[in-house]
């Protein structure tokens, strides 16, 4: 299987700031990346797939980047609406695995 | 408008069985692939479960392989999870999520329904 490690786990940052969150993969998943952001009692929401393409009417301040085995989820200047929880996803192979999340936290 | 809306959820005796399903609506559902994905309570994402467009293939996570089955009906427009031999492991938020499809390939898990709470206690 592989594995998605996820960090960092918290991140405290303010309105205006620019922050990355970084995904790396136990193996090889070409771009099959996607992220997504959480918010508490909704579902996830698609923000990137491909690792760098944008889904529709995600704002632009959101970016993803990389490819193979690192990934990089970019946010920047930051809106009080994005302080949520932020999950990456390789869909490269069978069984589809998820990072832990990183919380995006008011500081 | 894309909708999916799952039930079947609630509490469930450890070594019962529970089936969830989906109803999908405003989009050609025989057109997608779906996936289960859960959340345990205060945890991350898990995926579940896989099922093609036409039913041809399905997997499952090792967590729930063997006492799982994941099954849809395009004319009902509906995906659904049988979930057999229940544990307090499997006690979390479930989630039905179509697959996104971009020029022939998958992109990421692009509407989730509201989520379907199963808990597993006695």
């Known amino acids: 299987d592989i594995q998605m490690a996820q960090s960092p786990s918290t991140l405290s940052a303010s309105v205006g700031d620019s922050v990355s969150i970084t995904c790396r993969a136990s193996?090889?998943?070409?771009?099959?990346l996607a992220w997504y952001q959480e918010k508490p009692g909704k579902a996830p929401k698609l923000l990137i797939y491909?690792?760098?393409a944008l889904q529709g009417g995600v704002p632009s301040r959101f970016s993803g980047s990389g490819s193979g085995t690192e990934f990089t989820l970019t946010i920047s200047s930051l809106q009080t609406d994005d302080f949520a929880t932020y999950y990456c996803h390789q869909y490269s192979g069978y069984p589809y695995t998820f990072g832990q999340g990183t919380k995006l936290q008011l500081k | 408008e894309v909708q999916l809306v799952e039930s079947g959820g609630g509490l469930v005796q450890p070594g019962g069985s529970l089936r969830l399903s989906c109803a999908a609506s405003?989009?050609?559902?025989?057109?997608?692939?779906m996936n289960w994905v859960r959340q345990a309570p205060g945890k991350g994402l898990e995926w579940v479960a896989y099922i093609h467009s036409t039913s041809t293939t399905m997997y499952y996570a090792d967590s729930v392989k063997g006492r799982c089955t994941i099954s849809r009906d395009n004319a009902k427009e509906s995906l659904n999870l049988q979930i057999n031999d229940l544990r307090a492991e499997d006690t979390a938020v479930y989630y039905c999520?179509?697959?996104?499809?971009?020029?022939?390939?998958?992109?990421?898990?692009?509407?989730w329904g509201q989520g379907a709470l199963v808990t597993v206690s006695s």
């Open positions: 491909k690792a760098s």
């Open positions: 999520a179509r697959e996104a499809f971009r020029s022939g390939f998958p992109g990421g898990f692009d509407y």
């Open positions: 193996q090889s998943v070409s771009a099959w």
């Open positions: 405003g989009f050609t559902f025989n057109n997608y692939n």
